[in-house]
């Protein structure tokens, strides 16, 4: 295993490059200064498009089965240096270890997954005339643009599917969470081959020259809607393929079948795992009139026996908001909740100190057009919301510009998937919330997003289709 230092480089061309400039990273849960890392200049952005492009011939090149070995290995390698990788994880993100293991162990299974598939080829016509048959090529270098919320995973989700569809890749992680992404790096410089994959560190800018740059053939963006725009936009300047995962207000509908006590666990860490900064957590829970109080009350409970503080220490089932900027907004949420008579059923008030903390908070059936139902919050604030209406909570539900994730509960698995069929949402969990698998498309209606990530759809999201037809030779003389 790797020993971790607090020196941090990225990666270009198979090299550790320092930055000319550096800019620091903040503990959330502290607030102190916790590293410094390189920024990268619009020179070493080129160095590392230009080390990709180069090694693109030779990788492509590779047999799949060499590459699907190598993928294999970036899980193995997250495996092996779990401790240290989850470490970093609480420090720069904030979520607790168990959270920060449960990344490093779904990012190394997830690459496992990822290399069981190979690249279909289609014979679709084989007729005495001729044969048609299609097939699937890489597109060449992938700027992949990652989050905050999920630094590891989300990264493995573009880079391993990229990897073995034969593209290399010029990996862009959060500024707020750059420091895994960047020890990752370190120790694949010895398992991939130079300039393969490309790690530089930087801010809003750096980002930008990505999605400008034209020798960057596609880019695969996770984050906020209105960021997604302006990538999209960019992008098009030069046609660049995009994949973008965006926002959402996803909606959990609960039916009156339900056991509240038995549904109230899942249903909570759906709302509030990684303190409810998931981009498809439950964001506004409509229960039936009929059960609304009980399940209210048995999630407060669940909510009492849950502990929030610093996530590197024993105990801590959730940290604080991970930045400045987002914990703001959620305070705005708040305050905007109490200006207007929502009453809590817990929390309300942000923590006072140090660390963006925010207490678990429930507001209790707020009006449906008030900021805390219509706004995404990001954030450990959840509204309830009272329904006696299936097409009237199928009407609410779908009343939004994005489209991600949805949950039904109910006892009735019939009436439930009647229920998701209806809901104007890429993903539909019935039962329980944040399944996720390596198998299973995972895109966003609406303005949530541009394409698929995961499973054979999302493979292909990092391949040009290509049609070869060849005429039969007896048949051409």
């Not at 230009?50 to 495996?79: H, M, Q, Y």
């Not at 909606?251 to 709302?271: H, R």
Request: with cysteine; proline share 6%.
């Amino acid at each position: 295993m790797m020993v971790f230092n607090n020196e941090y480089s990225m990666l270009i061309n198979g090299n550790q490059v320092p930055g000319e400039k550096t800019f620091g990273v903040v503990n959330p849960a502290t607030e102190n200064t916790i590293a410094s890392v390189p920024d990268a200049s619009h020179e070493q952005l080129d160095a590392a498009v230009a080390a990709a492009k180069a090694a693109f011939p030779a990788w492509s090149a590779r047999p799949i089965s060499e590459r699907k070995e190598l993928v294999a290995a970036i899980g193995k390698c997250l495996e092996d240096n779990r401790e240290e990788f989850s470490r970093l994880i609480t420090l720069e993100q904030g979520k607790s270890r168990a959270g920060s293991d449960f990344e490093i162990d779904l990012s190394a299974g997830w690459c496992r997954g990822v290399a069981k598939y190979d690249l279909p080829v289609n014979v679709v016509e084989d007729s005495p005339e001729r044969t048609v048959e299609i097939r699937h090529t890489p597109i060449g270098v992938v700027g992949a643009i990652t989050p905050w919320n999920v630094p590891i995973l989300i990264a493995i989700w573009k880079l391993a599917p990229a990897l073995l569809t034969g593209n290399t890749v010029v990996l862009k992680p959060s500024p707020y969470t750059p420091l895994a992404t960047l020890k990752l790096g370190e120790l694949l410089r010895d398992i991939l081959p130079a300039g393969v994959l490309n790690i530089v560190s930087g801010g809003n800018e750096l980002g930008q020259w990505m999605t400008d740059h034209p020798d960057i053939g596609k880019v695969s963006f996770t984050g906020s809607t209105e960021t997604g725009k302006k990538v999209m936009e960019s992008a098009s300047k030069t046609l660049k393929r995009v994949t973008l995962e965006l926002g959402g207000n996803d909606a959990a509908i609960v039916l009156p079948d339900v056991d509240p006590k038995e549904i109230a666990p899942a249903l909570f860490w759906g709302a509030f795992f990684n303190s409810a900064q998931v981009c498809v957590a439950a964001k506004r829970v409509y229960i039936h009139e009929d059960v609304y109080d009980a399940v209210a009350h048995e999630l407060v409970e669940f909510a009492k026996t849950v502990t929030v503080g610093d996530g590197s220490q024993q105990g801590v089932d959730l940290g604080p908001v991970q930045n400045q900027m987002q914990f703001e907004k959620v305070k705005s949420l708040l305050s905007d909740s109490k200006k207007h008579g929502h009453r809590f059923l817990l929390g309300g008030e942000p923590g006072e100190g140090k660390g963006y903390f925010i207490p678990i908070s429930i507001v209790d059936n707020p009006p449906e057009d008030s900021r805390v139902v219509k706004e995404e919050a990001f954030g450990p604030l959840l509204p309830l919301l009272k329904f006696n209406d299936i097409e009237d909570v199928i009407k609410r539900a779908n009343d939004t510009l994005t489209g991600l994730a949805g949950s039904v509960w109910s006892s009735d698995p019939k009436k439930a998937r009647e229920i998701a069929e209806r809901l104007e949402t890429g993903t539909v969990w019935i039962n329980e919330i944040l399944f996720f698998s390596p198998d299973a498309p995972f895109s966003g209606h609406k303005q949530s997003g541009v394409g698929a990530e995961h499973g054979m759809e999302g493979l292909l999201e990092f391949t040009n289709t290509q049609t070869i037809t060849s005429k039969k030779l007896e048949m051409a003389s």
